[in-house]
């Protein structure tokens, strides 16, 4: 399984950006997005099954919406309003032949490389 996380960047309070991540050689998976910021721990921000039940962070909801299209077997994570306090890596990671997502990333077995996402004030 290799997943590849992209569309990290530079941006301003209140501006968006869209994560993604494609999945390869995984089957029937959930895909968790995890971020960690400098100096902590890293904490879970969204996840979504195979058939598309999604669950987020009291700190993202409202603000940010994971998707997937499973013909491109790629997941994606809109963020809008951001704020400096997201300020992270950004990690995709697989939960394979599970029909459930966890928070808990040690029930994930597979890891992208992150992608930096900056928010400035």
């Known amino acids: 399984v290799q997943l590849q996380a992209s569309g990290g960047g530079l941006v301003q309070a209140g501006d968006s950006l869209r994560l993604s991540c494609a999945a390869s050689?995984?089957?029937?998976?959930?895909i968790g997005w995890f971020r960690q910021a400098p100096g902590k721990e890293r904490e879970f921000v969204a996840a979504i099954t195979w058939s598309g039940s999604a669950g987020y962070a009291d700190s993202v909801k409202g603000r940010f919406t994971i998707s997937r299209d499973n013909a491109k077997n790629t997941v994606y994570l809109q963020m809008n309003s951001l704020k400096p306090e997201d300020t992270a890596v950004y990690s995709c990671?697989?939960?394979?032949?599970?029909?459930?997502?966890?928070?808990?990333?040690?029930?994930?077995?597979?890891w992208g490389q992150g992608t930096l996402v900056t928010v400035s004030s």
């Open positions: 990671a697989v939960r394979q032949y599970s029909g459930t997502y966890s928070i808990t990333e040690k029930w994930y077995s597979y």
């Open positions: 050689g995984a089957f029937n998976y959930a």
